[in-house]
């Protein structure tokens, strides 16, 4: 390799790192205040927070992947405009295609890294995404029992109060629960229990000791009162709700998808090769829109480019919509929207080869 691809390559590949590292904080910063205020409601466990962040990352990739191509090579090529040094390299004799191989180069192996974060790296963070939502909403059970509160579980059905919680073993004092099922209404109290989950099936479980029970049927007034007191009485509570913490789209692998045998498997695969495939033609495009002369502005050509993925990421979006309404195996997908930029940037390409 000539030093003159080293230095395009490696020019190329930090500012393209760093304007990632940047998009990645910015998002990593949303997808936090966001886990943040789940954790302050006692839908988290604090502890898993900062985890849960790492494992959305790739997804955040793939939303600022080719942005972060895009703005990096536009920096790092606007500053040998700037400085004059594509000047020398064409004195020199180097070539357009020759003298920005690396660019391709750089561009092929982004959208690779891309390709493997949204075929293999993101399903298996939903994986693991899943399980810590699962342990975090029972956990959550723990964390929302809050002394003197009364607190509602099973959309509403169980009420639990707790007078106390011993902090040194995690027992409960003066619990009071309430069943709220319309054919038969029971009430239970205790002075004391604790939560434990039993390692059979999951589930975690309420062990109410010293307690008294009272169950009516649906007219207290004319169906007796059944009372009895009890030793124990281990009560197990609802399954927690995931909620919407987790994409359902993203957890097949990306061979799994093909062939398509559904228009939602068609409509994913066309969204997870989405990013690689704007990887490469970003990548393409930077090429002729870094062209400036010297004592030109540095943010022009960034803003038209910032201005063309804007178009281009909304033009996905619109197809990503158009496709689930159609609901059709068949089509051209997304291909038109990439045709389109793939060949406006190739006629940049051959305008300012001929300027060379």
Known sequence: MLILHRYLLREGLLASLMSLVVFLGVISALFLAELLADAAQGQLPGRSVLLLVLLRLPEAAMMV????????????????????????????????????????????????????????????????????????????????????????????????????????????????????????????????????????????????????????????????????????????????????????EMVSRLPQLRPAETPQQRREWQWRIAAPLAALVLGALAVPLSDRSPRQGRWGSLVIALGLYLIYSNAIQAGLVLMEQRAAVSGPGLWPVHGVLALAAAALWIRHQRRW
């Open 65 to 248: 992947g080719p942005l972060a191509l895009l703005t990096g090579l536009l920096l790092a090529l606007g500053r040998l405009h700037e400085q004059s040094e594509m000047t020398i390299f064409r004195a020199a004799g180097a070539g357009y295609a020759k003298c920005f191989a690396p660019v391709a180069a750089l561009a092929a192996a982004w959208a690779a890294g891309l390709l493997l974060i949204a075929g293999w790296a993101a399903p298996y963070a939903v994986e693991r995404t899943t399980d810590l939502m699962a342990e975090a909403a029972r956990q959550a059970v723990l964390v929302g029992l809050q002394p003197g509160r009364f607190e509602r579980f099973d959309r509403g059905r169980i009420t639990v109060y707790v007078g106390g919680i011993d902090q040194t073993d995690g027992s409960l004092e003066d619990i009071l629960i309430q069943h709220a099922d319309p054919d038969q209404p029971e009430l239970l109290s205790a002075r004391r229990g604790r939560l434990w989950l039993n390692p059979d099936d999951g589930q975690r479980y309420l062990s109410l000791l010293d307690g008294h029970q009272v169950r009516h049927g649906p007219d207290p007034v004319a169906a007796p009162l059944r009372e009895m007191r009890f030793a124990r009485n281990d009560v197990r509570l609802p399954s927690p709700e995931l909620g919407d913490g987790v994409d359902a």
